[in-house]
């Protein structure tokens, strides 16, 4: 699955609300570049369910951080 660009579009939005001020927005999607790149991770493995930290704030578990994520 050719999905990747998914993360892409959302790192540069990221950085657009970012750089406006935008701080709350920038923090929703980091946890959204996080939940696209843990769904596309398991449509890739194969078994296409997701658990565990979903819905969780990316800081509250300590999971990578967006420039990671690829």
Avoid: C
Avoid at 27 to 56: H, N, P, Y
């Amino acid at each position: 699955m050719k999905a990747y660009w998914v993360i892409d579009i959302l790192k540069d939005i990221r950085q657009f609300s970012e750089k406006n001020g935008m701080v709350v927005l920038a923090e929703q999607l980091d946890d959204a570049i996080f939940v696209a790149a843990s769904e596309i991770g398991m449509k890739l493995s194969g078994s296409g369910t997701v658990g565990g930290g979903k819905g969780i704030p990316r800081g509250a578990t300590g999971t990578t951080a967006d420039h990671e994520v690829h």
